[in-house]
């Protein structure tokens, strides 16, 4: 049973309280991997953005209407799985012939969708929530956002301080991660806004 939560809030939280990448922590290798370039990461943004929307969509009804009804539950993680790689064959083969610059700059990243945990971590907190229809479209839509929002911001940050003199142990990794704390320390002061559960 669908838990009483607004789709609208859950929509919110999954953007500011509950963001994949700043409070769940998914994602991250990707996410620290290609926010070097704001351009790059703002096409990998909106992959993962669409690919978190129609994946969750297609487990969705993969769950309810196939796994569920046939009790196959504990092939459910490999059957989310083949569904997510499916989907990202299609939009790196749709990538490759209307956009191949973006498709030679995110290079191995993109195949590397389907393995970004923060997909399947959305469609399992679907599953483990009871989340209806509306409920998970809005959810995906609103992580995947989250996500996208989180990877401009720390690319935008990363641009900007390219050319600045920092010493040898802050360069690269170091200071993404110090960004990455620092921003989600902001975030977590947006808590008492939205909950989801």
């Not at 970004?116 to 479209?137: D, E, K, P, W």
């Not at 690319?155 to 003199?165: H, P």
């Not at 993404?176 to 921003?183: A, E």
Request: charged letters at 5%.
């Amino acid at each position: 049973m669908a838990p009483n939560i607004n789709p609208l809030i859950i929509f919110l939280a999954s953007i500011i309280t509950s963001n994949m990448v700043l409070s769940n922590f998914l994602g991250m290798c990707s996410y620290l991997s290609v926010s070097s370039e704001y351009k790059t990461a703002n096409g990998l943004g909106m992959a993962v953005t669409l690919v978190l929307v129609l994946t969750t969509v297609l487990n969705w009804a993969v769950y309810t209407y196939v796994i569920l009804p046939l009790e196959i539950v504990y092939l459910q993680y490999i059957i989310f799985i083949m569904v997510i790689a499916a989907l990202v064959q299609i939009l790196e083969m749709g990538m490759d012939r209307y956009t191949p610059d973006l498709h030679a700059k995110l290079g191995i990243f993109l195949p590397l969708i389907t393995v970004n945990c923060a997909i399947l971590g959305v469609t399992l907190f679907m599953v483990i929530r009871h989340y209806n229809f509306i409920q998970s479209l809005l959810f995906a839509l609103g992580s995947g956002l989250g996500w996208w929002l989180a990877i401009n911001m720390l690319a935008a940050i990363r641009e900007k301080m390219a050319n600045v003199k920092l010493p040898p142990g802050l360069k690269g990794p170091g200071l993404s991660f110090i960004i990455t704390g620092i921003m989600a320390m902001a975030f977590i002061g947006f808590s008492g806004i939205f909950t989801i559960q």
